[in-house]
């Protein structure tokens, strides 16, 4: 079953995929509104007694904090996935007020490191953004896939999904998940020069990042240039961007809305989804794929993430497509029997100033999952294109950033 512009919200609800459900974009401004999660929800980390760490990294990192066990706990037996995990931190990052009272969140994130034997020429690095209700480790196979040709990349985890903080948080809207992301990049990435990419709902909250931070040189009177912002580029995989609403969802009493979210993470659902996702499920949809994006719903304090986000409508990528000027890379699986890439490919296509298509083979709707290496190869040529090298030299954090940073944490 493919879905055209004019699906329920309803069904696209049922048709979450266990990786990158495409449900969730916000049906209109008066619908939004935030939900604050219950205090009694608990968390590995505590933002008020975290323990942070000014890394050589130059981020404040929580120690507190530890990957999840996908092989033993999750009985998840795919090695990658457990290479994943291990690699995974959670840094303490800034955000505004209405998101947390200490004005810090904790965001997991996994690094793959270029390759020093691949990297023939310096390409910018890449920001990933999982799909709906997914997490980091969606990146598993293409991450280091990208650092073998050389890329550095950083998958993210978005605020209330993944392994994020998950107490004393007061928003995990669309809103404050784009605020988290921005935080993230400006801790980890120094706001340096970057080409973020998203896949399904990930490839929304692209958009949404990629619209308030695009890159901007300008010249004055004398000659002078100067910039602003720091996205060089999007790269959009089978992304959702026009199919706006949860509709009805939004304006679900509490109780409702909480019992719908239980329905989110059931087995019986997330393998239905699962299902849908790939051109071949028989070698793709496996009991691993599930458990990898299930089993972070199972964190105390997710359901209450959820009923936030569900409550504030959800992201509003659609008018902000036009304005992503900066060259973009759409990738989309032929076979994708969740978004029909006829329909919404060629409207990212028709719609963004600077954007081209590629078609991934014998392929549904996870091309990051299912053909890696392909998928990997379409992206590295197009970091290496003119358009997104790397303009200016990335500006190292100095040593009394990083502990201003530290002080006003802890203040």
Not at 42 to 66: G, H, M, N, P, R
Not at 371 to 386: D, G
Request: proline share 5%; charged share 20%; with cysteine.
């Amino acid at each position: 079953m493919k879905y055209s512009s004019n699906i329920s919200a309803a069904t696209v609800a049922v048709a979450l995929a266990a990786t990158t459900a495409t449900a969730f974009v916000a049906p209109s401004p008066s619908s939004s509104s935030s939900s604050r999660p219950s205090s009694s929800s608990s968390s590995s980390s505590s933002s008020a007694s975290v323990a942070i760490s000014a890394s050589a990294a130059q981020f404040q990192e929580d120690l507190t904090f530890s990957p999840p066990d996908t092989f033993d706990a999750g009985e998840i037996s795919e090695q990658l996935c457990t290479d994943a995990a291990a690699k995974m931190k959670r840094v303490m990052v800034p955000v505004p007020d209405y998101v947390s009272d200490t004005g810090y969140v904790g965001i997991s994130f996994i690094r793959w490191e270029a390759s020093p034997s691949a990297k023939s020429a310096k390409t910018l690095p890449l920001l990933l953004v999982h799909g709906f209700d997914s997490s980091a480790l969606e990146y598993r196979r293409l991450g280091p896939q990208l650092a073998s040709l050389g890329i550095d990349v950083y998958c993210v985890d978005l605020l209330g999904w993944g392994y994020t903080q998950l107490d004393e948080v007061n928003s995990f809207s669309a809103k404050a998940k784009v605020e988290a992301l921005k935080g993230f990049w400006e801790s980890v990435g120094d706001n340096g020069e970057v080409v973020v990419g998203g896949a399904s709902l990930g490839g929304a909250a692209t958009i949404e990042f990629a619209a308030q931070n695009l890159c901007r040189t300008e010249t004055d009177e004398d000659g002078e240039e100067t910039s602003s912002g720091f996205v060089r580029g999007t790269v959009l995989i089978d992304a959702q961007g026009f199919v706006d609403g949860i509709g009805p969802m939004s304006f679900l009493p509490a109780p409702l809305a909480r019992a719908g979210i239980k329905v989110l993470k059931s087995v019986p659902l997330r393998d239905s989804a699962n299902q849908m996702s790939y051109y071949d499920p028989s070698t793709y949809a496996t009991e691993d794929a599930l458990k990898v994006g299930r089993m972070h719903c199972l964190r105390d304090g997710w359901e209450d993430g959820m009923l936030s986000f569900m409550q504030s409508g959800g992201f509003r990528p659609k008018e902000k497509v036009p304005l992503i000027d900066v060259p973009t890379l759409v990738l989309w699986g032929r076979q994708d029997g969740i978004l029909d890439g006829e329909e919404f490919a060629n409207k990212f296509v028709n719609g963004m100033p600077n954007a081209r298509l590629e078609w991934i083979e014998e392929c549904g709707h996870v091309p990051h999952l299912e053909q890696p290496e392909l998928t990997a190869k379409s992206i590295e040529a197009f970091l290496r294109e003119e358009g997104v090298r790397p303009l200016k030299n990335a500006s190292a954090q100095s040593a009394a950033g990083i502990f201003d940073g530290l002080f006003n944490f802890l203040n």
